[in-house]
């Protein structure tokens, strides 16, 4: 089977691609952006998204929307992941977090699948904490600053296989292959 992953983040593609190959799903990579409105959940903007997406593209299709909850600072950046990431980077989330003991942090990721007419969502979490300085180059985003629980390395520390193993993301997928495979689909 193929689907088509509408995302402009290379680094998800390369995640998701490289565990749907492994169960024989084909990835095509659409590199388009679509609108995103300020809610406050992920699951809300990915409905939005697709009541758009639904008329423009065709076939079985892909989207995803994730974020950083950090607990001390009630959630945030959450649904404002991308804004913050672009405006205040991993730096100034360590400025925010400065002097704060307790560093407690979960990622999330939402996964929407168009398949015919039916809209399928799925969740995936991954428990962390937010480290005191950014280490690792590897994957994107806040991967230097997040160090999933009880673990000693960032992701960013880790190559694409380990976050692979442990991710929101990668778990999402899990959940996404089961549903595709009771539905036999697979
Ligand atoms: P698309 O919406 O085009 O898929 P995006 O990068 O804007 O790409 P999101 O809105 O889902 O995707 O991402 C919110 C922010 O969180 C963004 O800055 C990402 O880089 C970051 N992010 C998402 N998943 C991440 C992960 O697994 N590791 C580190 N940062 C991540």
Redesign the pocket.
């Known amino acids: 089977m193929t689907i088509q992953f509408i995302?402009?983040?290379a680094g998800?593609f390369a995640e998701v691609s490289e565990k749907l190959a492994a169960a024989s799903v084909k990835l095509v990579h659409l590199d388009r952006?679509y609108p995103?409105i300020q809610t406050d959940r992920l699951e809300k903007v990915l409905k939005y998204a697709a009541t758009g997406l639904d008329d423009e593209v065709k076939g079985d299709y892909l989207?995803?929307?994730?974020?950083?909850f950090i607990e001390a600072l009630g959630g945030f950046p959450g649904v404002y992941?991308?804004y913050v990431?672009?405006r205040l980077g991993n730096a100034g989330i360590l400025k925010l977090m400065a002097g704060e003991t307790y560093r407690a942090a979960t990622?999330q990721?939402v996964f929407l699948l168009r398949r015919g007419d039916e809209h399928e969502v799925f969740h995936g979490d991954c428990p962390g904490s937010i480290t005191e300085s950014e280490r690792g180059r590897n994957?994107?985003?806040?991967?230097p600053i997040?160090q999933p629980q009880g673990e000693t390395r960032t992701?960013g520390e880790m190559s694409l296989q380990e976050k692979n193993a442990i991710?929101?993301?990668a778990r999402a997928v899990d959940v996404l292959l089961t549903h595709l495979s009771a539905t036999k689909e697979l």
């Open positions: 995302t402009t983040n998800k952006g995103e989207i995803d929307d994730s974020g950083l992941s991308a990431q672009r990622f990721t994957g994107f985003g806040y991967d997040f992701f991710s929101h993301r």
